[in-house]
């Protein structure tokens, strides 16, 4: 019995140095646009921030600071400075969307540059035609993806194609494009997302209860989210209408789709969902960290870091 209490008690001594011996982050954080900020703002950004950290597995102090600024002091020794940084300043924007048969668009997108041909508006016709030759060769099933370009096109290329689609009819008309994630060539694709009039997602991350970071069966990195009653009844009414359409659902995170899976085997029930990508494990914590906190922040930057032995 003496020996435990000894065994105990050099524990307790050894874990009491050891925080000691822990080292103190300090970021003061600052809103892009605080002039638009509010004290329910400020509030609710360090909510999700703390839901954030928690699953990032660190002892921290959240706190608003002057000038509608927030300060975060982390306890590490071993912290990643850099990736603290990036699970801080996400702004976690999660939407599920409904994605349209890319080459069904690329058809009419090729219709329309015939049709421009003959338009004595040339300016057009200079714009499909530019959208077509920047892209670069890939190979297209019927899925979401329209065509892929180098990263110094895409933003032009998004523009002129918002432009071309007003040359459509019906709900055509709402589609949008995002980005997706890099191949290894490091060529973008661009998604064909369908919107609607409200521009509102069919899905956000405001019904996910739990995240978790784990590995599919070949080993690979993903994200696993777990919706609660109201999700898991949303996502069953989109996968269902995404398995009788053939069609995909797009992942996307702050406008980037991360995937856009298939739905092979009927409607998902129970409200869980995978986020899968070209990313490492690091890259599939620091995500399961952000989309931890479920909601959408202001945009943060870092203003000031220091660090001290505490």
Known sequence: ?????IVLALIVFFSVVSCQKQTE??????FENKEEVTIENINK????LEDRLSSYGLKFVIEPFQNKSIKINAYSNRLNVEGFNRVVVNK??????ETCNANNFRTKLFDIKDMLSKDSDKEKYNTSTSILENAVSGDFLNGSILLYFKPSDTLDVVKKLDSLKLKLSGKERFVKFL????REDKTLPIHVIQS?????????????AKVR????????PIVSLFMNKEGALQWERLTEKAYNENSQIAMVINDIVFSAPGVANGPIKEGRSEISGNFNVIEAVELSAILSGKEEIPQLKLFKYTKQPQ
């Open 1 to 5: 019995m003496k020996n435990i209490k």
């Open 25 to 30: 982050h300090q970021f003061i954080y600052a």
């Open 45 to 48: 950004t360090i909510k999700v």
């Open 92 to 97: 976690g924007k999660l939407e599920f969307w």
């Open 179 to 182: 980005y997706g994630l890099p």
């Open 196 to 208: 609607n009039r409200e521009n509102r997602a069919a899905i956000t991350g405001s019904v996910v």
């Open 213 to 220: 970071q784990s590995f599919n069966q070949v080993n690979q």
